[in-house]
């Protein structure tokens, strides 16, 4: 690992179930990096959102949009290296897009929510290297039945595969930042040491030009 010349700002991007908050840990871990991580377990919305998408999508979103562009304000003023859980970006182009063009946002609330985010990204950078956890829906079911959070449980497969159809269009044709793609059902980054070194490595190579 190669010394760092500035703070950097490292996104960790992927679907519901694809590890993110897994892989966010152990990077603030292994480099000494702070993590920082969606509003999830304390999202005032998030409960409300699965027992009915249609009503709450909006308001869903625009809190996440609000935590984010909080999050960029004072990652763009950190002393230090930050990792982070989920970008700006992602939320507004992945996840407020598909509820968009499922039905659960009308017209009228896309168009204010994307004049808001219009506002914000004209002051927002991109990270330095997002990282990309790609993994099919089957291997998303896995996990999110793994960790037992009954909020998730009723999520429909359709939504976790439109995510997933929105996540490769944003990530291989919206998306202008440096990008390092993880095949994630291939791995267990989390359980296997040299999954995981196989992945620091990489990051290495983006970030510190080095390469193994």
């Given at each position: 690992?190669?010394?760092?010349?500035?703070?950097?700002h490292i996104?960790?991007?992927?679907?519901?179930?694809?590890?993110?908050?897994?892989?966010?840990?152990?990077?603030?871990?292994?480099?000494?990096?702070?993590?920082?991580?969606?509003?999830?377990?304390?999202?005032?919305?998030l409960q409300?959102?699965?027992?009915?998408?249609?009503?709450?999508?909006?308001?869903?979103?625009?809190?996440?949009?609000?935590?984010?562009?909080?999050?960029?304000?004072?990652?763009?003023?950190?002393?230090?290296?930050?990792?982070?859980?989920?970008?700006?970006?992602?939320?507004?182009?992945?996840?407020?897009?598909?509820?968009?063009?499922?039905?659960?946002?009308?017209?009228?609330?896309?168009?204010?929510?994307?004049?808001?985010?219009?506002?914000?990204?004209?002051?927002?950078?991109?990270?330095?290297?997002?990282?990309?956890?790609?993994?099919?829906?089957?291997?998303?079911?896995?996990?999110?039945?793994?960790?037992?959070?009954?909020?998730?449980?009723?999520?429909?497969?359709?939504?976790?595969?439109?995510?997933?159809?929105?996540?490769?269009?944003?990530?291989?044709?919206?998306?202008?930042?440096?990008?390092?793609?993880?095949?994630?059902?291939?791995?267990?980054?989390?359980?296997?040491?040299?999954?995981?070194?196989?992945?620091?490595?990489?990051?290495?190579?983006?970030?510190?030009?080095?390469?193994?």
């Amino acid at each position: 690992m190669g010394a760092e010349a500035k703070h950097k700002h490292i996104a960790i991007a992927g679907n519901i179930g694809s590890g993110k908050t897994t892989l966010t840990k152990m990077l603030a871990h292994h480099y000494g990096w702070e993590p920082r991580f969606e509003a999830v377990d304390y999202n005032p919305y998030l409960q409300d959102y699965y027992s009915d998408i249609e009503r709450w999508s909006f308001a869903l979103e625009v809190y996440f949009l609000k935590e984010r562009f909080k999050d960029v304000l004072s990652i763009r003023h950190a002393a230090h290296t930050v990792v982070q859980d989920r970008s700006i970006f992602e939320g507004v182009y992945v996840f407020t897009a598909t509820n968009k063009d499922m039905g659960n946002m009308s017209q009228r609330d896309f168009e204010t929510y994307m004049e808001l985010f219009d506002q914000m990204v004209e002051i927002v950078d991109y990270p330095d290297l997002m990282v990309y956890l790609r993994s099919d829906v089957a291997h998303l079911v896995e996990h999110i039945q793994r960790r037992g959070r009954d909020y998730e449980q009723t999520i429909p497969l359709e939504y976790l595969s439109r995510l997933n159809e929105r996540y490769e269009d944003f990530i291989f044709h919206k998306y202008k930042g440096r990008t390092l793609v993880v095949e994630a059902d291939e791995i267990d980054f989390e359980h296997n040491p040299k999954d995981f070194a196989g992945i620091v490595d990489r990051v290495d190579a983006e970030l510190f030009g080095l390469f193994s």
